[in-house]
C-alpha cells in the first residue's frame, strides 16, 4: 500500500454553465489517468491495486483504503471487523444510465462496495474484481446477521447487490427508519438531510462527481472520498441514532428486532408487484389484482353467449361474484369440469377433451 491522491487541480467556478463544467471535468479526469496508461507506463512503474489516503473535514483523520486486490480487502476486514463489531456502514456506487428504460437502456452493474466504521473506510473497486476471488471474509461479514449493515436506503443497495453480484447483505438497517421512529423526518430522510440535522455535518454531493463514471480505474481522490465518505457518515448516523432511541425508551417493551431486516432482500417494488397467474399482468397491490380478476371474469362470461349452456355458466358465475365471500374470486373464467383458468373464454378444443374424458369415465 502507499499513500494516494495529490490535490489537483482546483475546480473552476462556470457561473452555473453545466456545459462547460461537465467539459471541465472530463478533460480533467483524461489527463489524471494520462499518467496511469498502461501502454505508456513500464510494467514496474503502472498503478498499484491499492492506494491509502486520509479523507477531509468532516471525518478528518480517517483512513480510507482503496482496492481492486483482494488480499488487501481481506486484511482490511480482519483489521478492522471482529467478533465484538455491532454494526459497520455501507454504500454502493455504479455508473449512471441517463438513456430511459423506455428507450433501451439497461441499469449499469454495481462498481463499487463501501464499508466503514468509527476510524477506516474500505472502498472496494469490484467492477475490476473477479466474483469468484473475493475474499472469504467479505462473504461471511456481510452475510453475519449479526453485524448490521447500516446506511441510508439500505433495501435498495441490497437488492441491487444482490442481483449483480449474488452477493447476499443479511442483517440491514435503514438510518431513514430510525429517523421516521424518532420522527426527525420533518426536513426528510435522506443522507444529506439527516447528516445535517442529526451530526451537523454538511454532505458536498456535486453532480459532476455523482453522476461520474465509477467504473474506470483507478478513481479520482474526489471520487474515492464521495464514496468513502457516504458510507462512514451512515455508520456515524446508526450509532447517534441508536442512542437517541434508547434514551427516549420507545424501544424498551418491543425491543429493535422490527428496525432490523434479514433474509433476501426484496425491495419495495418488488415486494408491492403481485403478478395474476392467468396472464402475466403485474400490479401494486393484491386488492388491484383481485378488482382485475373480477372485472376480467365478468366480462369473459358477459360476452361468451354463444350456447345455452355458456350463458347458463355466465349466469351462475356472476351470482356467485356477487355473493358475499370470505374467499378471493376466481382468476378469469375456469373449466367447470375440470377447474383449469383461461384467459378470457374455455377453448373448444379444451372443451372437446373434457367432454371426452367425461364418456370414458375418466373424471
Known sequence: MEEFYKTGTKRPSFNGNRKRAHQWTERNEREKRARYSDHLIPISRRPIATRVFTLPSPASGVEVVYTKCPNDADLWIHKNINSSTLAIGMDIEWRPQFIPKKLGGKENKTATLQLAVNHSCLVLHLFHMRLDLLPRSLLNVLGNIRILKVGSGISGDAVKLLRDTEILCNGRSDTQVYAKVLALNQDGTGLKKLAKTILGIELDKPKYISLSNWELFPL?????????????????????????????????????????????????????????????????????????????????????????????HSRD????????????????????KCGKLFLNKVSKNHKRKCKGKGESGEL
Open 220 to 312: 479520482t481522490y474526489e471520487q474515492a472520498s464521495y464514496a468513502a465518505l457516504d458510507a462512514w457518515v451512515s455508520f456515524k448516523l446508526f450509532v447517534e441514532l441508536k442512542q437517541r432511541l434508547h434514551k427516549s425508551g420507545l424501544v424498551r417493551k418491543t425491543g429493535e428486532q422490527h428496525l432490523i431486516e434479514t433474509g433476501v432482500p426484496m425491495g419495495k417494488k418488488a415486494e408491492a408487484m403481485v403478478s395474476c397467474k392467468s396472464c402475466g399482468k403485474k400490479y401494486k397491490s393484491k386488492a388491484a389484482l383481485l378488482e382485475h380478476i373480477e372485472v376480467k371474469s365478468h366480462q369473459s362470461h358477459v360476452v361468451d353467449d354463444t350456447t345455452e349452456k355458456e350463458e347458463s
Open 317 to 336: 358465475f356472476v351470482t356467485q361474484l356477487n355473493e358475499p365471500k370470505a374467499e378471493p374470486p376466481l382468476e378469469h373464467v375456469d373449466c367447470k
